[in-house]
């Protein structure tokens, strides 16, 4: 089974790199708008999207590569709509109990910590040295960007952003599709669909 990632970008490349870690070996990259001036990342070929039909559903696994929560999802329903199925990559430094369930898509990167029962969502990026402790339920399509913070029980809705570092005490929830701003420290739950930031954090858009 191949497998091909979805952008070419610095998050791609991280991506590529913990494969590479696992003696997993990425097939081509692909992305709408290739650079102009390389064919190659790291020795892996750039295809433009427009070649996707030359690659068969049956015989390759994909991770959309693409660090926007709402351009991954567009992008992961896309490739699905096609019979294109995911796989995950997880860093070998991520110490993650044995009863953690990870979705599809998901990559959890180098130093991260994930506690008992806690459950990843499909395509989430679970970023360097980020901490998820017991029991905390991280859906679809999220973004915890490095060294956050969670501790148990905690909740984080579709789509959301945690921005680098941002912590989170217990049993508190973050709505769909909201961003938890750089350095965050987040107190109470927030509602869906909104920008919020500070100490303790509050939404402000
Ligand atoms: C490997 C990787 O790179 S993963 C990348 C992960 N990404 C991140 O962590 C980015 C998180 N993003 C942020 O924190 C952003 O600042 C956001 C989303 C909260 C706000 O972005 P914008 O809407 O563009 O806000 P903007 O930059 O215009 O700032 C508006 C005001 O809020 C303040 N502000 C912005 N972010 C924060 C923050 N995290 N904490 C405190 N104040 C902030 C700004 O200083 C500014 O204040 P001013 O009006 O007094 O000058």
Not at 17 to 40: K, T
Not at 62 to 70: D, F, L, P, Q
Not at 72 to 91: C, D, E, M, P, W
Not at 105 to 113: E, F, L, R
Request: charged share 15%.
């Amino acid at each position: 089974m191949r497998i091909y990632l979805y952008g070419c970008s610095g998050h791609a490349k991280v991506i590529f790199d913990i494969l590479r870690c696992c003696n997993r070996e990425v097939a081509a990259f692909f992305d709408d708008a290739p650079p102009e001036n390389s064919s190659h990342l790291h020795d892996v070929p750039i295809f433009n999207t427009s070649q996707l039909s030359n690659i068969d559903p049956l015989q390759s696994r994909w991770i959309v590569a693409i660090g926007n929560n709402s351009d991954r999802k567009n992008i992961v329903q896309n490739l699905a709509s096609k019979g294109y199925t995911f796989t995950t990559a997880v860093h070998p430094s991520a110490q993650i109990a044995k009863e953690v369930k990870i979705g599809a898509g998901t990559v959890v990167m180098a130093n991260t910590v994930i506690n008992i029962d806690s459950v990843i969502g499909q395509h989430a990026i679970i970023n360097t040295g980020a901490i998820i402790d017991h029991d905390c339920q991280i859906s679809d399509y999220v973004h915890i960007a490095p060294s956050c913070s969670l501790c148990g029980n905690v909740c984080i809705k579709e789509g959301s952003l945690l921005g680098v570092g941002t912590k989170i005490i217990p049993s508190v929830e973050v709505g769909r599709w909201t961003i938890c701003g750089a350095g965050s420290v987040v107190v109470k739950s927030m509602p869906s669909h909104c920008v919020a930031y500070g100490v303790p954090a509050t939404p402000r858009k």
